[in-house]
């Protein structure tokens, strides 16, 4: 969440990955739906992908925490818990659009959503197009490794050179693989599950992540483990998620600030560990 890289080029290219990424420019059928029925200004229209767990996700089981996306669909997870918590402590009531990652700020900036909360890091490249809150979450890079393989023992990135190693395309994880002295640069993933399956299947040997998403891939995955890395030995990136709006629409922005202060980072973190244990990959 996903502590991505700029979607500036996704409007160039075809939409891959985080999170369900498309392969082209238009919405989903959900976010059409949600533009039509979410004129009212005591909504909150929250774009996100619903396919990056413990982030967000698709259900069709209802619970507590959940919020409708479909007639059958509903989405979980961390950022729709943050979602919700923000809607309502500025007096709107929360509406979840699913969205490929690629056409998240796309449909941002064409009004057809309020809001990313989608595990977004705040880039200078994104700045370009958006404006960001504050960090609602702050995470740690890993690498995910088949348990059996001889990287799983590997304490600084540089132990992966030579390797093929992979991450989602337009996302951070995908740009930090440079960093790595000799290797292989594998094609970026369409979406995270894609990523974990060719791992699986032995045509890459890591695949970047952040520490919560691995977490739920090694959960539900007993031949995966995650590598973290000494002090100092990490990838130097931004590790951060935060909420973007529109760059005219300072008021949500201070709106939305001032409700997430509301939220300690003690919460913040008991939410995170309460989606992981609830997210599909642990059930």
Not at 64 to 91: H, N, R
């Amino acid at each position: 969440m996903r502590n991505l890289t700029s979607p500036i080029a996704a409007v160039l290219i075809s939409a891959l990955f985080l999170s369900g990424c498309g392969s082209n420019a238009s919405a989903t059928a959900s976010e059409t739906t949600a533009s039509t029925s979410a004129e009212s200004a005591d909504v909150l229209r929250v774009g996100m992908e619903c396919n990056y767990a413990p982030f967000n996700w698709t259900t069709t089981e209802t619970n507590e925490y959940t919020q409708p996306i479909s007639g059958v669909d509903y989405a979980d997870g961390y950022d729709v818990v943050i979602a919700s918590k923000l809607a309502e402590s500025t007096g709107k009531k929360v509406q979840i659009v699913k969205l490929d990652w690629d056409n998240l700020i796309l449909s941002l900036n064409n009004d057809q959503i309020d809001c990313i909360i989608a595990g977004m890091t705040d880039t200078a490249e994104r700045e370009k197009e958006v404006n960001f809150t504050s960090p609602y979450y702050e995470s740690e890079e890993v690498m995910i490794v088949k348990a059996d393989s001889a990287y799983a023992s590997a304490d600084s990135i540089q132990d992966f050179s030579g390797a093929k190693v992979q991450g989602q395309m337009n996302t951070v994880y995908d740009e930090v693989i440079d960093q790595i002295e000799g290797v292989t640069h594998e094609p970026a993933a369409e979406t995270f599950p894609a990523a974990i399956q060719a791992l699986q299947a032995g045509a890459i040997d890591g695949v970047v992540s952040e520490l919560p998403v691995a977490n739920g891939a090694v959960a539900a995955n007993s031949d995966l483990a995650i590598v973290r890395f000494a002090e100092g030995q990490n990838f130097k990136a931004d590790t951060t998620v935060s909420i973007a709006v529109r760059k005219d629409d300072t008021a949500l922005q201070e709106a939305l600030e001032n409700a997430l202060g509301q939220i300690s980072e003690e919460e913040r973190n008991e939410i995170m560990e309460a989606a992981v244990s609830r997210q599909p990959a642990n059930e």
